[in-house]
């Protein structure tokens, strides 16, 4: 084992909210493997729950490699395959009505001094460097959309009624596209994977204060005190990952 894997920390954890009935969200904490995936499912009646479940349960069945090209290139086949699977479910059960089974998902990959990033949805990938807070992930969403085309202000597009619809997710359609982003870990930096049922309840200076925190445990209770302090409207997960 590496000397990063063996300094790597984490923490995770996720809760249904004070709103819905079910907690459709997965998460995946292996930091002996240096894999962490945090999963939102989508299409109710547990069907959500299915989709992230498969999603997590097949991703921690993945070789363990030690090549970051192979391990990114391995998750990638692994998403097309489920992408696949719920596709063709969904074909077939197009009769029902809402007829949606799928899930957003961020997965993070660390092998010596070097990290990937790959993501379809609006889950999100965070860093924590020297004092600063970097959202590495770009969301696929309708919103993220209107801002890049420049139709709308960030207000403008944060209310739209839509603003929330997903461009991309596992299992709503073929052929899935993914984002994939390497970059270089530093000393001191903090990684946290997130559902928007999170992120969206904090402001990036409470992020910020969470991933500050001299541990993962501590910096996993300080986000969801702050979320399920509030209104905490939807189901929200976190893992959170200091080498």
């Not at 992408?83 to 063709?88: C, E, K, V």
């Not at 944060?158 to 530093?186: K, Y």
């Not at 969206?200 to 501590?218: C, D, F, H, K, M």
Request: proline share 5%.
């Amino acid at each position: 084992m590496s000397a990063l894997a063996e300094r790597l920390r984490s923490a995770a954890r996720t809760d249904t909210g004070k709103v819905r009935a079910r907690n459709e969200d997965a998460f995946l904490d292996l930091p002996e493997r240096r894999l962490w995936v945090v999963a939102d499912g989508m299409g109710g009646h547990e069907r959500g729950a299915l989709a992230s479940r498969l999603i997590v349960d097949r991703l921690a069945g993945l070789p363990d490699e030690r090549d970051l090209q192979v391990r990114v290139q391995g998750l990638r086949r692994c998403l097309h395959e489920i992408n696949r699977r719920l596709h063709q479910q969904l074909t077939v059960t197009a009769e029902r009505p809402d007829p949606v089974i799928g899930s957003t998902v961020v997965a993070l990959l660390l092998e010596g001094a070097r990290g990937a990033c790959v993501w379809a949805g609006d889950s999100r990938c965070y860093l924590w460097r020297r004092g600063r807070l970097y959202q590495l992930s770009r969301d696929h969403s309708l919103e993220q959309q209107l801002l890049d085309r420049g139709e709308l202000s960030p207000q403008q597009a944060a209310r739209h009624p839509a603003a929330q619809a997903l461009t991309r997710a596992i299992g709503v359609a073929e052929p899935l596209s993914l984002d994939i982003l390497e970059f270089d870990i530093f000393p001191g930096d903090v990684f946290l994977l997130c559902s928007d049922g999170l992120y969206r309840e904090l402001s990036v200076g409470a992020l910020g204060a969470a991933l500050s925190l001299p541990s993962p445990q501590l910096a996993i209770r300080r986000l969801f005190d702050e979320v399920l302090g509030g209104a905490a409207r939807d189901n929200l997960s976190a893992v959170v990952v200091r080498p």
